[in-house]
């Protein structure tokens, strides 16, 4: 048998499985999404879960068990976010021996939401809504370690697919950044790490986030301007279609000098433009992100990105 990169777990052959493992009565098992993880809808005959299934080698146990602890602590404060069904000894994460290794796994409840629609009104109610977040995460603890998502760490993730000169040219960048963060007070904490509408379910005036795959120890403004940046460089044209969220929305709860608020807009290549206002999606105002969302037993959104 030739050595397996990476398999597909059959989801006719998941349901049993999984009902062996939770001694839930699932009744049916369906394939949303396999790139970075694959991601299954798992039913019984009353209610439905999302399944996600790590690749091998790809991410620490404890790290996983950090991410679905701090999950569950957002929920307790009041956030709407993905609830972690555990396994029958507590564990919130489980081992599927595949062909390449053991592969984690984490079950999640279903949320009901549709993706929001894109405009202005929305990327406020978002900027709040990531500001909540980082406001929360604050007083998370976990026995748990986490990898940290700062420049150091990425610096050295990098370093050994670089040549030499490369990584000369990436450290003499990386010092320019540090030197540019040390003229500011910048505030860290825990940051989602992938603040997009992606990672955003809407149901009547309830905003959820999810996705806490990329969630450590960074400055916050990066929530903001990480995200900006990447979407200028990706878009065709530079175009805006997925903006994020609004930095403004959240300057109440951690509120932003006029310089440093500067210093988040995105840098436009040559050449590109940025999208026209006046082509965005009239949005109904969602007054604000509300934390009165259904209780973490409650049903919740597909996470059909992750």
């Not at 700062?150 to 990584?167: F, K």
Request: with cysteine.
């Amino acid at each position: 048998m030739l050595p397996t990169l990476r398999s597909l777990p059959d989801p006719a052959a998941l349901a049993p499985y999984l009902r062996d493992r939770y001694g839930i009565d699932f009744t049916g098992c369906t394939l949303l999404r396999s790139l970075v993880n694959d991601v299954y809808e798992v039913t019984t005959a009353d209610a439905r879960y999302i399944l996600k299934l790590y690749r091998y080698g790809g991410r620490h146990l404890d790290g996983i068990r950090w991410e679905t602890g701090l999950s569950a602590h957002l929920i307790a404060n009041g956030l709407s976010a993905p609830a972690i069904r555990p396994l029958p000894d507590g564990d919130p994460v489980g081992l599927l021996d595949a062909p390449e290794g053991p592969r984690p796994f984490v079950l999640q409840e279903f949320v009901d939401g549709t993706k929001p629609p894109y405009a202005e009104e929305l990327y406020r109610d978002f900027g709040v809504l990531v500001a909540q977040f980082h406001e929360m995460a604050d007083s998370y603890v976990s026995e748990f370690p986490r990898r940290t998502a700062d420049l150091s760490h990425s610096l050295d993730e990098l370093r050994p697919q670089l040549a030499p000169a490369e990584e000369n040219l990436l450290q003499d960048l990386a010092d320019a950044v540090r030197n540019n963060l040390a003229q500011y007070s910048a505030e860290r904490g825990i940051c989602h790490g992938d603040v997009t509408l992606d990672n955003l379910l809407v149901a009547g005036n309830c905003l959820t986030l999810y996705d806490f795959d990329l969630a450590g120890a960074d400055y916050r403004a990066a929530d903001f301007h990480r995200r900006r940046v990447h979407a200028v460089l990706a878009r065709p044209q530079g175009r805006l279609q997925h903006p994020p969220p609004d930095h403004g929305g959240g300057r109440g709860r951690h509120p932003l000098p006029r310089r440093r608020r500067a210093d988040l807009q995105p840098p436009v290549p040559p050449g590109r433009q940025t999208a026209d206002p006046r082509h965005r999606v009239p949005h109904r105002r969602l007054g604000g992100p509300r934390t009165d969302c259904p209780s973490a037993g409650g049903r919740r959104a597909s996470l059909t990105r992750q």
